[in-house]
């Protein structure tokens, strides 16, 4: 008989010190000497975190490096006074080991258990994904198209301006972040993000998006990606329904219902155990059902615009103009401005380097901006959301008081941008001055812009949060707010302005014994990776947990 294998441990060794052009065989001794360890005793190794550390020391000299977190696999209990020190000294952390997607048994409900999922964003996908490789029979529908179609759709809207409502940067195959740069990081910390990082990377991601701080696939390689994802679905057993929109739902009982079916565009389909992931812009969806009566409450997001400068002015404002600059590629940023008794904060979200604002729309008479870049980051412009939090206080109190909001302000912005979804933009100093700016480009923005007074535009309160943050960020990236940065607009779903209640535990919705809302459409999350986790937490929730 085998001898059984010893249990171990993982312990972080944290902010580790790297050149540019150190290699990691250089950083595996780092780690061990910090953690005080031999080599013999590491069973396992990896980077957990790397991000760029470009600040200004105090006499002005900057010093680019990158700051490494590292996990050391040691055998369980392993003690030296080497190492205890280091662990008195917060050098090393014990951190909670990788979760798997799979989980050890299922109840037994759920064996052969016929579950729908709505919607094939990054929850979507991962919950059918874990629901699947746990015994159920999964549907899963979109009302969009499959990432060819889309992408024909996409071409025809830029060409013609018409919007398709049903395929377009929102619906379709992979949800809105198809079309928006493939941004994997996020603030989560959760043991199941490793695992979703894994599959991405099994299906063609570069291997550094499991510890790279501003992790990205990047838009042209995530449409290698998501036909292989979508393989390992159908291996599973998922079954994809494509153009299929859900139209209602056949509820049985009373006072806690359950979802007997779904009726679709293209017929009923029964089910089990019904997964929401329609994402943060199906505004048709969550009203027909709240008509049926699924709960739903306002909850705060995120309003703004989007700002685009040359790439150049980035890369020296935050890795100064010296050789070792031109080793790390185009520059990105992440920007803060808290708020302050009454008056809002504001931050920048959704970073695009080297990439191109685009138009995320379903409707018509509407606008709304995004960016993206693809993975060599080529183009020479940088955009990024400039955004504030709104919530009851700016517009009411009613379950879609956020929508409602945002459609005014999209309409708005419609019609000042020529009615044929050109964007208004005006100059970054014309907007902190209050005035109009006389021409506006050249962008990367291909349906145009025309110059608007986005500051009049945009409700008072918003807009004094983003003076206040252009203000800021001008003062940490020189030339911010500056005559290069130009203001196009409006950026209006960063976040979704409704969630569905829902149970901590079961994240069954209120009322229904096997109803689920997931990712961004249903308030809980903000992003790729955090969708994706909400997705297959709800699974393994559903799988444990039964019906």
């Known amino acids: 008989m085998s001898e059984a294998r010893p249990s171990r441990e993982t312990w972080r060794v944290m902010n580790l010190d790297l050149a540019i052009d150190e290699t990691e065989s250089r950083l595996r001794e780092r780690a061990h000497e910090a953690a005080g360890v031999g080599a013999e005793e590491v069973r396992g190794f990896r980077i957990a975190r790397k991000s760029v550390d ?7 000299k900057r010093r680019i490096r990158f700051v490494v977190q590292a996990d050391l696999v040691l055998e369980a209990g392993f003690t030296s006074p080497a190492f205890e020190r280091a662990r008195r000294a917060g050098r090393v952390k014990r951190c909670a080991e990788p979760a798997s997607l799979e989980l050890a048994s299922v109840h037994p409900s759920l064996a052969g258990a016929r579950v729908v999922v709505v919607g094939s964003g990054p929850a979507g996908l991962f919950a059918a994904l874990v629901l699947a490789r746990g015994g159920c029979r999964v549907d899963l529908l979109d009302r969009g198209p499959g990432l060819h179609e889309r992408g024909r759709a996409m071409s025809a809207f830029v060409r013609t301006r018409e919007p398709d409502p049903e395929a377009n940067l929102l619906f379709g195959e992979g949800g809105a972040g198809t079309y928006s740069d493939g941004k994997l990081y996020s603030r989560v910390d959760h043991p199941l993000e490793l695992p979703i990082l894994d599959e991405l990377v099994d299906c063609g991601a570069p291997p ?18 998501l036909p292989r994802l ?15 929109r859900m139209d209602s ?43 049926q009566g699924v709960v739903f409450e306002a909850k705060p997001f995120q309003l703004g615009v989007r700002i685009e400068h040359p790439q150049a002015l980035i890369d020296a404002g935050r890795y100064g103009t010296g050789p070792e600059a031109a080793l790390l590629g185009p520059a990105s940023y992440g920007l803060v401005c808290r708020a302050q008794a009454d008056k809002p904060g504001a931050h920048t979200f959704c970073m695009c380097p080297g990439g191109q604002i685009v138009a995320t729309v379903n409707g018509t008479r509407e606008l709304c901006t995004n960016g993206m870049s693809n993975s060599r980051h080529s183009s020479p412009w940088a955009n990024a959301g400039v955004v504030t939090t709104v919530g009851p206080r700016e517009f009411g109190s009613g379950p879609f008081a956020g929508v409602d909001l945002q459609r005014r302000l999209e309409g708005l912005f419609f019609e000042a941008g020529g009615s044929d979804y050109r964007a208004p933009a005006q100059w970054a100093p014309d907007f902190l001055a209050g005035r109009a700016s006389r021409s506006v480009g050249p962008t990367s923005y291909k349906l145009g812009v025309t110059p608007g007074r986005i500051d009049a535009l945009l409700p008072p309160r918003i807009r004094d949060a983003l003076r206040r943050g252009l203000e800021r960020f001008d003062r940490q990236i020189a030339g911010f707010a500056g005559p290069e ?28 014994a096997n109803l689920i809302p997931v990712g961004e459409g ?26």
């Open 54 to 60: 470009a600040r200004r020391s105090r006499g002005g």
């Open 208 to 225: 550094e998006i499991r510890y790279d701080s501003r992790a990205h696939i990047g838009t042209d390689r995530l449409h290698r990606v």
């Open 522 to 547: 249903a308030g809980y999350a903000g992003g790729i990776m955090s969708s994706a986790i909400d997705g297959a937490r709800a699974a393994q929730a559903l799988l444990a947990g039964g019906l």
């Open 485 to 512: 940065g130009l203001l196009v607009g409006i950026e209006s779903r960063s976040s979704g302005p409704v969630r569905m209640p829902r149970d901590p535990e079961s994240f069954r919705a209120a009322d229904f």
């Open 230 to 244: 979508r393989g390992r679905l159908e291996d599973a057993g998922v079954r994809f329904h494509w153009m299929t």
């Open 249 to 291: 739902l056949v509820i049985k009982g009373e006072g806690v219902r359950s979802v007997r079916a779904v009726v679709s565009s293209a017929g009923e389909l029964p089910c089990d155990a019904l997964v929401l992931a329609v994402g943060h812009s199906a505004r048709d969806s969550w009203q027909r059902l709240a008509e």
